[in-house]
């Protein structure tokens, strides 16, 4: 079946500007993942969500920063007026499930590079 | 993970040849680990994984050996190929929790 899927792929926004970012996570996938990449770094975990509850929001890094999973499938990550250090890729990742104490692989998705000018 | 900014550590080796890619984690208690390929434009792809229980596990071409009494990690990737050129990243889990921690990555060349 189809992998993790982002749009849009690219998005550049001014300063100040609302932005909407999209994941469509692996059908079936109860678990699903949020993380910001800055050019040149491994991921940092922003928030994870298992079906439409967000169980940790912890890593969000202010409060212009907000994700939702309204049916358990689609995720939005929002960004309130974008600021220059906002630019990063925002990638997405779901697994299968989530057990108590039990790791499971991650699947992630190609990412959406936003630029802030 | 700690940040090297634009400037990657970097492993050039030989089409052929073994490489080892190292990584130093910081959570004594963290108890699953995982390695990441990400090329170009795209997501990290999981390749292997490890748990604390277990020192080595072995994977098709791929080797994670886990140390730790010294909190290190390695994967050797044997007879390197062009297509394993991409930069591998390190990942930490612990007990279970919803949180991946990511190392910084190394860059790896391969030279036809």
């Known amino acids: 079946g189809a992998g993790v899927s982002q749009s849009p792929r690219y998005k550049v926004a001014k300063r100040g500007q609302d932005v909407a970012l999209r994941c469509d996570p692996i059908?079936?996938?109860?678990?699903l993942f949020w993380y910001q990449q800055a050019l040149g770094q491994g991921p940092e975990f922003l928030t994870y969500?298992?079906?439409?509850?967000?169980?940790?929001k912890s890593g969000l890094p202010s409060d212009r920063f907000f994700a939702e999973r309204p049916e358990g499938s689609v995720s939005t990550l929002k960004i309130q007026r974008t600021q220059q250090e906002d630019s990063a890729v925002y990638l997405c990742?779901?697994?299968?499930?989530?057990?108590?104490?039990?790791?499971?692989?991650?699947?992630f998705g190609p990412g959406t590079r936003l630029l802030v000018l | 993970g700690e940040s090297v900014g634009l400037h990657l550590p970097t492993l050039s080796v030989q089409e052929g040849d073994n490489s080892i890619i190292n990584c130093a984690y910081s959570?004594?208690?963290?108890?699953?680990f995982i390695w990441y390929k990400q090329e170009s434009g795209k997501g990290p792809q999981f390749i292997i994984d490890?748990?604390?229980?277990?020192d080595k596990r072995q994977g098709q071409r791929v080797t994670v050996l886990l140390n730790k009494t010294v909190k290190h990690l390695s994967l050797q990737i044997a007879a390197t190929q062009p297509g394993d050129s991409a930069v591998y990243f390190c990942?930490?889990?612990?007990?279970?929790?919803?949180?991946?921690?990511f190392g910084a990555g190394t860059r790896l060349f391969v030279k036809a």
């Open positions: 490890i748990r604390s229980n277990m």
């Open positions: 990742a779901s697994s299968f499930h989530r057990l108590a104490g039990v790791q499971e692989t991650q699947y």
């Open positions: 059908s079936g996938h109860v678990s």
């Open positions: 990942a930490e889990n612990k007990g279970g929790g919803f949180k991946t921690i």
């Open positions: 969500f298992q079906n439409e509850a967000q169980l940790d």
């Open positions: 959570n004594s208690a963290s108890d699953y």
